[in-house]
C-alpha cells in the first residue's frame, strides 16, 4: 500500500460507456418523441 | 429563433472555445502563442462567461421553430466529446495518485458543472413564469429539469464508477453524495408532480413553485465539500489541474454544454406541442351537436 491506485483501466472504461450509453438513448428518446409529437400535431391540424 | 442572437450566442462560444480550448492546443502542440496577450485568469474567464451567456441567449431567443439549430449544437456537442474522449483516453498522462481512474474525471467534472447548470436554467425558467405566466418557460423548465435529472443520474453513475477503485466502495453517504442523490430525486420529483396534473397552468404554477423549493439543494451540492468534512475532493481551478489534463476537461466540458442546449431545445419543442393542444379553445360546436349538448 502506498496511496498509489494502480490498474483501474476496466473502470475508466466503464464510465465512458455509461456516459455515451445514457447520452445516446436519451438523444434517441428525444427524437422519437419530439417525431410522435410532430406527426400528432399535424394530424390534428 | 431570432437570427441575430443565435449568431451572437454562437460568437460567445466561439470566443469560449477560442480561449479554453484552442489557445491551450496551440500552447501545448503547436508551440504558438495564441492568447492575444491575456493571462491565463482572463481567458478562463472569458471561456467561462462566454459559455454561460451563449446558453442563457440561446434559451431565451429559442422560440420553438427551428429544428436544424439544435441538431447542429448536438452534433457539435458529440465531435468535441469525441475530441475530448480521445485526449482523455489516448493522450494525458496517468495522475500521480489515482493513476488511469483519474481518467474518469475528464467526464465526470464537466457532467456535475452542466447538471447544476441545466438546473440553473429550470430555476430561472420557474421564475420568469411565475412573473410573466408565459407557458413558453412552462415548456423551458420541463425541458430544463428533464436534462439536469438525465445529467445528475449520469453523476452519480460515474461517480460510482470512480469512487469503487479510489473509497473501495460504490457509494458512501458522504455529504456531497447525498446532496446530490437528494437533487435527483428532488427534481425527478418535480417531473412525476406534472404527470399528476391534468390542468396546465396549476401544473405549471405548481412545477415552477417546486423547482424554486428544490433548487435551494443546488448551492449546498456545490458548497457541500467546503461546509462539511467530505472524502469528496474540492472544487478545482486552472491552478490545481495540470497542463496536461486541460484538453480533455475543456473539450467535453464544450462537449456537454452544447450536447445539453441541443437536448433542452429539442425537449422543449415537445412540451410547447403539446401546452399548445391543451391550451387551444375546444373546437366550436355546430347547431346539431349543440343542440344534442344541450
Redesign the interface.
Same mark, same amino acid.
Given at each position: 500500500m502506498n496511496?498509489?491506485?494502480?490498474?483501474?483501466?476496466n473502470?475508466?472504461v466503464? &464510465?465512458?460507456s455509461?456516459?455515451g450509453l445514457?447520452?445516446l438513448i436519451?438523444?434517441v428518446t428525444?427524437?422519437t418523441?419530439?417525431r410522435d409529437?410532430?406527426s400528432? &400535431?399535424a394530424k390534428?391540424r | 429563433m431570432k437570427r441575430n442572437l443565435f449568431w451572437l450566442a454562437i460568437a460567445l462560444l466561439a470566443a469560449a472555445v477560442y480561449f479554453g480550448l484552442l489557445v491551450t492546443i496551440g500552447d501545448q502542440y503547436l508551440h504558438a502563442d495564441l492568447s492575444l496577450g491575456l493571462p491565463v485568469v482572463a481567458r478562463t474567464l472569458v471561456a467561462f462567461l462566454g459559455g454561460l451567456a451563449a446558453v442563457v441567449i440561446l434559451l431565451i431567443a429559442d422560440d420553438f421553430s427551428n429544428l436544424s439549430r439544435p441538431k447542429a449544437l448536438g452534433i457539435a456537442g458529440v465531435v468535441f466529446l469525441l475530441i475530448g474522449s480521445y485526449f482523455g483516453l489516448f493522450v494525458a498522462p496517468p495522475e500521480q495518485f489515482m493513476g488511469e481512474t483519474q481518467r474518469i474525471m475528464y467526464v465526470h467534472v464537466p457532467t456535475a458543472w452542466f447538471a447544476l447548470v441545466a438546473m440553473t436554467l429550470a430555476f430561472a425558467a420557474a421564475v420568469v413564469f411565475l412573473f410573466g405566466g408565459n407557458h413558453e418557460w412552462d415548456a423551458r423548465l420541463e425541458a430544463s429539469i428533464e436534462v439536469g435529472v438525465v445529467l445528475a443520474f449520469l453523476l452519480c453513475c460515474q461517480g460510482a464508477i470512480w469512487a469503487k477503485p479510489t473509497w473501495g466502495v460504490w457509494w458512501d453517504w458522504d455529504p456531497r453524495l447525498t446532496t446530490t442523490a437528494v437533487l435527483l430525486f428532488a427534481f425527478l420529483g418535480i417531473l412525476a408532480l406534472r404527470k399528476f396534473v391534468d390542468d396546465p397552468h396549476r401544473r405549471a404554477m405548481w412545477s415552477a413553485v417546486a423547482t424554486i423549493i428544490a433548487y435551494v439543494d443546488v448551492p449546498i451540492v456545490y458548497f457541500s465539500v467546503k461546509w462539511w468534512n467530505s472524502l469528496h475532493q474540492q472544487q478545482s481551478s486552472p491552478n490545481t489541474v495540470s497542463k496536461p489534463f486541460w484538453i480533455p476537461l475543456r473539450a467535453n466540458a464544450f462537449g456537454i454544454l452544447l450536447l445539453m442546449m441541443a437536448f433542452i431545445m429539442l425537449r422543449s419543442r415537445i412540451t410547447a406541442l403539446r401546452l399548445k393542444h391543451e391550451l387551444a379553445p375546444p373546437p366550436a360546436l355546430d347547431e346539431a351537436e349543440l343542440g344534442e349538448a344541450v
Open positions: 496511496g498509489v491506485v494502480t490498474g483501474g483501466w473502470f475508466v466503464a &464510465a465512458y455509461v456516459t445514457v447520452l436519451y438523444g428525444i427524437i418523441r419530439l409529437e410532430i400528432r &400535431a390534428e | -
